[in-house]
C-alpha cells in the first residue's frame, strides 16, 4: 500500500467539489501550503516566545464585471465569429459525424488524469522509440488530455516537447495562490505556459495534418448551457492568424480549468448580430475521456464507430487509495471525489468496450501498472512525474504497450481488510 497520497491536478478543488463532485480530487494542498507558509513568516519575524500572530484582516470580495445576458435560443445559435466550424455540441451525433476523417483510421484517446498525464506523456514517447506509433485518424482530449493532445496529433516531432512538458513543470509553472473571485488560486502561470508552447509553428503543422484529412478534438464543459462542447482544433488552426492562436490556447486552457479552482475561460461567441461571452470549464465535468457522442455508445443503438483500433491511455490510477480519512471537509471530499472518478472511468472503459465490439473495432487500453507507487510531496512534484513518465516510456516501448481487453479490478490483498473480512472464519 502506498503511504503517500497521489495528488492529481484536482487536489486543488475542495470546495469545488461541492459542485462539481465528478470531477477529481481537492484542493487541501493549496490551503495547507498557505498555512504553512504564514505560520513559517510569523515565526521568523517573531522574537519573543509564544507572541500572538499578528491580526488577519479579513479579505475584501472581489468584484467582478457583470456578464452580457443572454437567452437559451441565443445559446443555440451561437457560433465563434469567423470561424463557424470551430465546434459542436458533444452530444450532437449529426454534427459529429460530419467532423470525422473521410476515411477510417486508428483513434487515440487521451483522458483526464491532471500530473499522471506523465504516463501518457511517457507511453507516447515510448511508441515512438519501439517505431510502433501510428498517425492517428482521430485524437481526442479532455483536461490533462487536452494539453498533451495537439502533440501527440503533430507527430513525434513534438514528443521532446511533450516530454519537458510533463517532467520539468512544477506547481508553480501551473498555478498561483490566491483567489480570483471565480476560483480559489490563479492559473496564468498555465495560461502563460500554453501561450510559450502552443506556437504559430505548431499550429500550422497541426493545420496541414488537419488538410490532410485527420482530425484534432478537444473537450470543454459550457456552464451556461450545462453541455459538453468538442472543439475542432485543427479546423481553427487551418484558419490561422492570430484570432485563431488566441482561441485554440483559451480552449486548451478551458479543457483543464477545474471549476471553483481554476479561474473558468470566458469565450467570444456571436448570435444573430448579438455578441457575449459564453462561460467554459474543464472538460472533465462531462466525461473522463471522449469517444463519440454518448447516444452513439448506447448498447443498444446499433451505431458503429468509423474507426480501424481505439487507443485509450487512462492518465489516472484505478486502483484503490487506501488511507484513514481526517475528520475535515477536505480530506473527506477528496477521498469521496477520487473514488468517483474512479468509478466513472472504469465505467466509461466497459462502455466504449462495448461499443468498440459492436463495431468490429480493435480496443486497446493502457493504464498506470498498479504496481507503481513512486511517492508525491505535492501537487506537480517533477520527481513523481519524471517517475511515472519512465513507467510509461518502459511501457509505449515494450511488447505489451495496450490491453485489448478492460482493465481488471482490484484482487485479494493481504493490505486490503475487505479483501478478508472474517478471516477466522471456518469454511
Known amino acids: 500500500m502506498n503511504k503517500h497520497r497521489r495528488w492529481t491536478i484536482g487536489t486543488c478543488a475542495a470546495a469545488a467539489l461541492l459542485a462539481a463532485p465528478f470531477l477529481v480530487p481537492s484542493a487541501a494542498p493549496f490551503a495547507a501550503a498557505t498555512a504553512q ?4 513568516r510569523h515565526a521568523k519575524g517573531s ?29 443555440v445559435a451561437a457560433a465563434i465569429p469567423g470561424i463557424p466550424d470551430a465546434r459542436f455540441w458533444a452530444d450532437s451525433t449529426s454534427d459529429f459525424n460530419a467532423a470525422l476523417p473521410p476515411q477510417p483510421g486508428p483513434w487515440l484517446i487521451l483522458s483526464t488524469g491532471g500530473a499522471d498525464g506523465a504516463f501518457g506523456a511517457g507511453l507516447l514517447n515510448g511508441l515512438t522509440a519501439a517505431g510502433n506509433r501510428p498517425d492517428y485518424a482521430v485524437v481526442t482530449g479532455v483536461s490533462t488530455g487536452a494539453l498533451m493532445a495537439p502533440f501527440a496529433f503533430a507527430g513525434p516531432r513534438y514528443d521532446d516537447a511533450l516530454r519537458a512538458a510533463y517532467t520539468k513543470i512544477s506547481a508553480a509553472d501551473i498555478f498561483e495562490v490566491g483567489g480570483t473571485g471565480e476560483s480559489f488560486v490563479d492559473s496564468w502561470p498555465l495560461k502563460d505556459l500554453i501561450a510559450k508552447e502552443i506556437t504559430p509553428a505548431l499550429l500550422a503543422d497541426i493545420a496541414a495534418q488537419h488538410k490532410r484529412g485527420r482530425r484534432l478534438f478537444i473537450v470543454t464543459t459550457n456552464l451556461d448551457a450545462e453541455r459538453s462542447v468538442v472543439w475542432n482544433m485543427g479546423a481553427i488552426a487551418a484558419h490561422g492568424g492570430n484570432a485563431a492562436l488566441n482561441l485554440f490556447r483559451g480552449v486548451m486552457l478551458a479543457s483543464g480549468s477545474i471549476p471553483g479552482a481554476f479561474p473558468p ?12 461571452q459564453e462561460m467554459h470549464v474543464d472538460g472533465g465535468v462531462g466525461g473522463q475521456f471522449f469517444v463519440a457522442p454518448p447516444a452513439l455508445l ?9 474507426a480501424t483500433q481505439l487507443y485509450i491511455v487512462v492518465n489516472s490510477a484505478l ?15 477528496t477521498q469521496t471525489v477520487g473514488t468517483a472518478v474512479r468509478v466513472d472511468l472504469r465505467l466509461m472503459l466497459d462502455r466504449t468496450y462495448v461499443a468498440a465490439k459492436n463495431s468490429g473495432v480493435g480496443f486497446n487500453v493502457a493504464t498506470i501498472p498498479v504496481g507503481f507507487n513512486a511517492p508525491s510531496r505535492g501537487p506537480f512534484d517533477p520527481d513523481y512525474m519524471k517517475a511515472l513518465f519512465q513507467v510509461g516510456y518502459d511501457q ?3 511488447a ?7 482493465p481488471p479490478y482490484p484482487g485479494k490483498s493481504v493490505t486490503d481488510p475487505s479483501d478478508n ?5 471456518t469454511k
Open 37 to 40: 507558509a504564514q505560520s513559517a
Open 47 to 75: 522574537h519573543a516566545k509564544n507572541a500572538p500572530a499578528p491580526p488577519v484582516a479579513a479579505a475584501q470580495p472581489i468584484k467582478l464585471p457583470p456578464r452580457i445576458p443572454f437567452t437559451a435560443a441565443e445559446q
Open 265 to 276: 475561460v470566458l469565450i467570444d461567441v456571436e448570435a444573430n448580430g448579438k455578441r457575449f
Open 298 to 306: 448506447d448498447s443498444t443503438s446499433g451505431y458503429r464507430i468509423p
Open 319 to 333: 486502483i484503490r487509495d487506501f488511507q484513514v480519512v481526517e475528520r475535515s471537509t477536505p480530506a473527506i471530499l
Open 396 to 398: 509505449g516501448k515494450g
Open 400 to 406: 505489451n504497450a495496450f490491453s485489448n481487453e478492460l
Open 421 to 425: 473480512a472474517n478471516p477466522g472464519a
